[in-house]
Every structure is written in structure tokens, then in C-alpha cells.
């Protein structure tokens, strides 16, 4: 069965430093979706790609985070300087195209605690 | 502002009888509602959604109502087991928020065999 992979799986990293999480949606998924979920909380849509274009990025913060889908298949979020309030999930998901009842596949995650 | 709630953080039921999760929403606007489940370790998967046309839909032991007056839904499994234990979220789509999926806090189901 297809699936959504992501790696690390777990990232400890300190306060200051740089991260960077990849994803691999499933194939032939024209849409993919990074989401934030912080402990207690549900996931939080931080951008979405159609393809390589970001088609929505407006809770992502920018001064901090960036997002890329170069060739519109797999994508890495990349966080600088890693904050203390980053430490969360970080939930890949992708899905055939943007319609509203095009379920939505998401992966493991990658479990990010910043020191 | 929350615009999708789930009240109740936890819940508790004994194996086979019916556990019934709740979820809330604000915004009128919304035209289809999802329901994901998640066990530790993993991400969300999809359980089974609604849309707003519609005030009920059943996918053997899992059976969603929709309340457009109330907005209010609910998630109900019959009869519970023990594999069901797992947070599981709600989730709602649609007006200016397009596909985007706006979740709730989620509910933690413990289901006691």
C-alpha cells in the first residue's frame, strides 16, 4: 500500500540551530501539505503545494520557515533558527489533487524538541 | 478563536458497548466534515467523512450524524474494541478555508476490554 514517508522520524536539536525535515507524498499526488501539531492540539496547516507552486502558505512563519517542492514530487521544510516553541509534530500529508473531498494521506511524522 | 471543537478530551468506554465522540463548529460555511484517527507514533488516518448535503453516513462499525442547525457532529463505533483506542480528530472543510482542513483538539477513546 502507497504511503506518505517522512524523515527523521525524531529530531532533538537546540535553540538556535537549523532543522530540516523531508517528505516523500505518494506517488502521483499532485498536492502536498505540511502540518504542525503541537501537543494537545490538533494539526495546524503550515503550507500547501499543488505541484512545485505554494498555493498556501499563510501560517507559515516566514522568518523563520521555508518550505520547497523543487520538482513537484518530494519537499523539505527547513526551520532557522530553531525556538523552544518549535517543538511539536510535523505532519507531512498529501492528496490527488486541491477539491474538497480528496481525502488527505498523511504520514508518520517527525517529532521535533527543541533544547 | 477555535472554530472546531472537541470538548471532551478523553474518553472512556468498555469493550462492545458504544462510544460516541462529539465535535463542534463555528462556521456555517464549512460543507464537509472528516473524521481522522491516530495512534501513537503514527499520523492521522482517515475514518470517515460527511458531507453537508447529507445528515448521516455509515461505514460498518463507525457511523457519522450531522447536525447543520446544531452544527454539531458526532462520531459513533458499535460495538467498541479494544484496537479503536487512539485519539481521533475532527475536522471540517469548505467556505473561505476551501480544502484546507481546520481540526479540532481531538479525543483521546480508551476502550477497556
Known amino acids: 500500500e502507497a504511503e506518505v514517508a517522512q524523515s527523521p522520524r525524531y529530531k532533538i536539536t537546540e535553540k538556535s540551530q537549523a532543522v530540516a525535515f523531508w517528505c516523500d507524498p505518494i506517488?502521483?499526488?499532485?498536492?502536498l501539505y505540511w502540518y504542525r501539531q503541537i501537543l494537545g492540539q490538533g494539526p495546524e496547516l503550515l503550507v500547501q503545494?499543488?505541484?512545485?507552486?505554494?498555493?498556501?502558505d499563510s501560517q507559515l512563519p516566514k522568518d523563520r520557515f521555508s518550505a520547497e517542492r523543487l520538482k513537484g514530487v518530494d519537499s523539505t521544510l527547513k526551520i532557522q533558527p530553531a525556538e523552544l516553541g518549535d517543538s511539536a509534530m510535523y505532519l507531512c500529508?498529501?492528496?490527488?489533487?486541491?477539491?474538497?473531498?480528496?481525502?488527505?494521506?498523511f504520514g508518520p511524522g517527525t517529532r521535533l524538541t527543541v533544547l | 478563536d477555535q472554530q472546531v471543537k472537541q470538548n471532551s478530551p478523553s474518553l472512556s468506554v468498555q469493550e462492545g458497548r458504544i462510544s460516541i465522540l462529539n465535535c463542534d463548529y463555528t462556521?456555517?460555511?464549512?460543507?464537509?466534515f472528516l473524521w481522522y484517527k491516530k495512534y501513537p507514533a503514527e499520523g492521522p488516518t482517515f475514518l470517515i467523512s460527511i458531507s453537508s448535503i447529507k445528515d448521516k453516513n455509515e461505514d460498518g462499525r463507525f457511523t457519522v450524524f450531522l447536525n447543520k442547525s446544531a452544527k454539531h457532529l458526532s462520531l459513533h463505533i458499535v460495538p467498541s474494541q479494544p484496537g479503536d483506542s487512539a485519539v481521533y480528530f475532527c475536522?471540517?472543510?469548505?467556505?473561505?478555508?476551501?480544502?484546507?482542513?481546520?481540526f479540532g483538539a481531538g479525543t483521546i477513546l480508551r476502550v477497556k476490554s
Open positions: 500529508a498529501s492528496s490527488l489533487t486541491t477539491g474538497s473531498y480528496n481525502e488527505q494521506f
Open positions: 503545494f499543488q505541484d512545485e507552486s505554494v498555493v498556501d
Open positions: 462556521n456555517s460555511m464549512f460543507d464537509y
Open positions: 475536522a471540517a472543510s469548505g467556505g473561505e478555508y476551501g480544502n484546507k482542513l481546520v
Open positions: 506517488s502521483g499526488h499532485a498536492t
